[in-house]
């Protein structure tokens, strides 16, 4: 699927993704979740079963479906890379 592509593509970051997969305590952190890359991001961490701030300037995730499940995992969050402050509040607490 399109993360597995991705971390065998960008062999630098897979040995700490793989890590990242092992502890499901603390959420992934998507920037730009409602971008083409973003949402298949989300989509697939959710497939998963992996809790993830899906960030966006709005801080609204557009692609929410009816699975109550994977919503749960779901934490829309305001993250505007041109405000330094808001990327900090974004990615704390996130692997």
């Known amino acids: 699927d399109f993360l597995n592509s991705a971390i065998i593509s960008t ?3 897979e040995s700490s993704l793989q890590a990242s997969w092992a502890d499901d305590s603390l959420p992934f ?15 697939d961490i959710l497939k998963r079963g ?10 609204i ?18 993250c505007d890379v041109t405000v330094p402050s808001t990327i900090d509040a974004a990615v704390s607490g996130t692997r």
């Open 61 to 78: 995730y557009n692609d929410i479906d009816d699975d109550s499940k994977k919503n749960k995992l779901l934490m829309p969050t305001v």
């Open 50 to 59: 992996f809790p993830v701030k899906a960030t966006s300037r709005s801080g």
């Open 29 to 43: 952190c998507v920037i730009g979740a409602n971008g083409k890359t973003g949402t298949k991001c989300v989509q």
């Open 11 to 13: 062999g630098v970051i």
